[in-house]
Each structure stands twice: as C-alpha cells, then as structure tokens.
C-alpha cells in the first residue's frame, strides 16, 4: 500500500539538459526556480554533490572525483540525451569554506576559476556540448544568479 501519491504526472519526453550544483539543500528550490522560470528547462536532470562543478575541476589523481564525475556524465550524456549542462556555484557554499579555510567572499575567486575550469572540461569530454555557469549570490536571504563568460573561448 503507497504511503503517498503524488498529484505530478509521469512526463516520458526528456528534456537533454542537467544542471549540476552544490547539494546545500538551503538552495534547491532557488536552483530548481532558476531552471524552471529563468533557464526555461522543465524536468532538468539534477546532479547535486558538496561544491557542485567542483567535483570535475578537481586535479586528476585527487581521490577518483573526476573519474567518478566522468562515468556518471557518460551514462547521462548517452541514455538521457544530455546536449546542455548548466554549472552553478553558490556564495557561502561549505564545501570551498572547508576546504580553503577561508570566509565567504574570499573563497569567490576560487570557486570563480574552478567553475570555468569545470566548463573546459566537459568541452573537451563533449565537444558541441551547451555550457552555461552561473554564480548563486546570498544578501539577506535575497538569491540572485549571475551568468559569467567561460574564459578561453
């Protein structure tokens, strides 16, 4: 016997983008409103985990993250049609705040350099495929997005 039943019904068709970001869970209804109202991807394949696009800026040889990160992105890219990855880093975010041993705004600049390097790296793994990053920012409990220029292009 079901314990709930939800009122949302099954979609078939996919969507091909995913959006991958930090697993904070303080942001999950403004990342999915981002997607939703601003990005116009309903139903978006959600890759959540501590730091978000950090996990495929991580240096090879540093714990299987990149290796773990590749093997999943395959699988999505080729059986969930995946041709769009939206990145999003967010102020405050635990994970950079942990591992820099730093405040807030001093872990930008970090997160800032790991976001586009993120983004090289699934051009490289994907050639063609659609890449877009955005900086989550926190004033109050106000949320903005900020879209940035992936560097190099």
Known sequence: MSVFTSTEPWHPERIGALALYCSDGRWGEAFDEFCHKHLQIPRYDR?????????????????????AARAQLDFLV????????????HFGCAEYGN??????????????????????????WYPGMRVETFLAMRQGRALSFHELSILGQ
């Not at 080729?78 to 880093?89: D, K, P, Q, S």
């Open 47 to 67: 890759w959540a985990v501590p730091g978000g696009p950090a996990w495929l800026a991580t240096p090879a040889g540093s714990g299987g993250f990149v290796q």
């Open 78 to 89: 080729r059986i969930h049609e995946v041709e769009r990855v939206v990145l999003i880093t």
């Open 99 to 124: 591992r820099l041993q730093r405040p807030p705004l001093e872990c930008i600049p970090a997160q800032l350099d790991e976001l586009n390097k993120a983004a090289h790296v699934l051009q490289d």
